[in-house]
């Protein structure tokens, strides 16, 4: 029996009987008696488990004011290679969260489980092996990104001082959450009572922030995904146009495998080109994301696009003439 399973098993063993005596535990386990001291100490100081002793009946169970005992999985068993992929999603988590407004305690019971495994500092030598890149992340602060989080748990309003870019304004907002969305930034999805409607929120534009005590009005998620996720990238919207986008043998390569949006479609041609269709409503981002390849890439039909993509091009084309 390894060592993480032990001490699972005799955590166990303590809830599910009102107590029991150090030889009966050393029974139900086999092991020896210095293990079984070792690991009931290890479960009191390292991991928080409240064990009591009684010293007239010799016993143990586990006890503790219930108001403040933490919640516990009761038969949820997990192995090494559970715990070592919970360190991989942490790190994840990391990537898209380092300010830990998500999961604000999440470090701590990372740790409690790094302590669990056999070898734990060689578990995290092996977690920082693995390296997630998000290049153009914006940061969020953890009180926003906490707020909301918990009012969207919760159900409950939330106030938002937001700022609006193009505007240069900021205003004061009570919103309904209705999903937090992750595209290099984290978004909330929340119903605006001032709009009287469906919004998309970038939380790094969120200055103050407030849970309030009203309900949350709520929102069916089969709506949420028909009004909001025809958009492209950050732009929340219904898909109100198709691009058609034909990429070269070369670029072909790498779009085949890329997700630009989850409704796209992909065709590949006998000449190795590749056509890639999909919905957007705002053209900003896509366009932006076409520049990307190109003269690998050509919008096919679509006239405004199309005009989009060559004002961005000759604007950027001017911006180096004039330095030349």
Same mark, same amino acid.
């Given at each position: 029996?390894?060592?993480? !399973? ?23 386990? =086999?092991?020896?008696?210095?293990? *079984? ?7 009191? !100081? $390292? ?21 403040? #005992?933490? $919640? ?12 070592? /992929? ?31 495994? +056999?070898?734990?500092?060689? /578990?995290? !030598? ?61 978004? *909330? ?34 709506? %949420? ?25 070369? +670029?072909? $390569? ?9 409704? $796209?479609?992909?065709?590949? *041609?006998? =000449?190795?080109? %590749?056509? *890639?269709?999909?919905?957007? =409503? ?6 932006? =994301?076409?520049?990307?390849?190109? #003269? ?14 060559? /004002? +961005? ?12």
């Amino acid at each position: 029996m390894g060592r993480t !399973e032990r001490l699972l098993k005799l955590a166990n063993l303590l809830r599910g009987r009102r107590k029991l005596r150090f030889d009966q535990l050393l029974e139900r386990l =086999d092991i020896s008696r210095a293990t *079984l001291k070792r690991d009931l100490k290890y479960l009191r !100081e $390292q991991l928080g488990t409240p064990i009591e002793y009684d010293p007239f009946e010799r016993s143990y169970q586990v006890g503790g004011s219930r108001k403040h #005992a933490p $919640q516990e999985l009761p038969g949820l068993w997990v192995s090494e290679s559970d715990l070592r /992929s919970l360190l991989l999603a942490q790190r994840l988590l990391g990537e898209v969260d380092p300010s830990g407004g998500l999961a604000p305690d999440m470090g701590a019971f990372i740790r409690r489980v790094e302590s669990m495994l +056999a070898n734990g500092e060689e /578990s995290r !030598e092996w977690a920082g092996r693995i390296l997630f890149s998000t290049p153009g992340r914006r940061a969020v602060p953890a009180l926003a990104l906490n707020t909301v989080t918990t009012a969207l748990m919760q159900r409950r309003r939330v106030r938002l001082g937001y700022f609006t870019r193009s505007r240069q304004a900021e205003t004061l907002r009570d919103v309904s959450p209705q999903r937090l969305v992750y595209h290099r930034t984290w978004y *909330l999805d929340a119903w605006c009572h001032r709009a009287k409607g469906l919004r998309r929120f970038a939380l790094d534009a969120v200055g103050a922030v407030a849970q309030l005590e009203e309900a949350a009005l709520d929102v069916p998620l089969a709506e %949420l995904e028909r009004l909001l996720d025809g958009g492209y990238g950050a732009f929340a919207g219904e898909p109100h146009h198709w691009a058609v986008l034909m990429f070269s043998p070369e +670029a072909a $390569q790498w779009v085949g495998h890329e997700l630009w949006h989850p409704m $796209q479609r992909v065709r590949r *041609l006998e =000449d190795g080109r %590749l056509e *890639l269709m999909l919905p957007y =409503d705002k053209p900003t981002e896509l366009v932006m =994301d076409i520049l990307r390849y190109g #003269a690998q890439v050509e919008v096919i039909g679509n006239p405004a696009l199309r005009a989009a993509v060559i /004002s +961005a091009t000759e604007a950027a084309l001017h911006v180096y003439k004039r330095d030349g």
